[in-house]
T-cell receptor, first 111, second 112 residues
Framework: QKEVEQDPGPLSVPEGAIVSLNCTYSNSAFQYFMWYRQYSRKGPELLMYTYSSGNKEDGRFTAQVDKSSKYISLFIRDSQPSDSATYLCAFWGGSQGNLIFGKGTKLSVKP | DGGITQSPKYLFRKEGQNVTLSCEQNLNHDAMYWYRQDPGQGLRLIYYSQIVNDFQKGDIAEGYSVSREKKESFPLTVTSAQKNPTAFYLC???????????FGPGTRLTVL
């Protein structure tokens, strides 16, 4: 079983749609859950991070963590063409080790 | 403006040559990291440094070397021992919190 699994897509949606991006993980030691956005040929930028189960909202973005199911999601409301990018989930154990990244989901929002 | 700079943006190398990628940050961050990204792959950690004059191997350090002589700088050398060096290389830094890493724009290395 892979430590992190993320559907690579590509995912194509019309402008204004609600987007759901997901990752599953197997390591129960993960305590921090991150979402990075990476535009083509650019470095990733940290969108959000959460520490516990539940939801965290920031504008049009909502990060959701379900530790019992080892499942995290990123929801994008009212998606815009500028949201077109690759979204990477990332995990950290909190006290040791390094960030573990998913392979990324490529999202395209069509006008 | 604070940030991380990487140079060059594109780099071409002949087989058998060593090449050094530059990474500089003015964020006053203590920790710096080097990642490699291949198409359809997640980021893989090459080396990291939490303080000056100290660094540790990541998951794929073979064929790479680093130095950390200054807090602001963390250059990566891709040696001829690296079997498949063509990739997108990303430098990152953080202020003691590993989960809040800030990335540079990347260097795309192509071996001819």
């Amino acid at each position: 079983q892979k430590e992190v699994e993320q559907d690579p897509g590509p995912l194509s949606v019309p402008e204004g749609a609600i987007v759901s991006l997901n990752c599953t993980y197997s390591n129960s030691a993960f305590q921090y859950f991150m979402w990075y956005r990476q535009y083509s040929r650019k470095g990733p930028e940290l969108l959000m991070y959460t520490y516990s189960s539940g939801n965290k909202e920031d504008g049009r973005f909502t990060a959701q963590v379900d530790k019992s199911s080892k499942y995290i999601s990123l929801f994008i409301r009212d998606s815009q063409p500028s949201d077109s990018a690759t979204y990477l989930c990332a995990f950290w154990g909190g006290s040791q080790g390094n960030l573990i990244f998913g392979k990324g989901t490529k999202l395209s929002v069509k006008p | 403006d604070g940030g991380i700079t990487q140079s060059p943006k594109y780099l071409f190398r002949k087989e058998g040559q060593n090449v050094t990628l530059s990474c500089e940050q003015n964020l006053n961050h203590d920790a710096m990291y080097w990642y490699r990204q291949d198409p359809g792959q997640g980021l893989r950690l090459i080396y990291y440094s939490q303080i000056v004059n100290d660094f540790q191997k990541g998951d794929i350090a073979e064929g790479y070397s680093v130095s950390r002589e200054k807090k602001e700088s963390f250059p990566l050398t891709v040696t001829s021992a690296q079997k498949n060096p063509t990739a997108f290389y990303l430098c990152a830094s953080s202020m003691g919190t590993i989960h809040e890493q800030f990335f540079g724009p990347g260097t795309r290395l192509t071996v001819l």
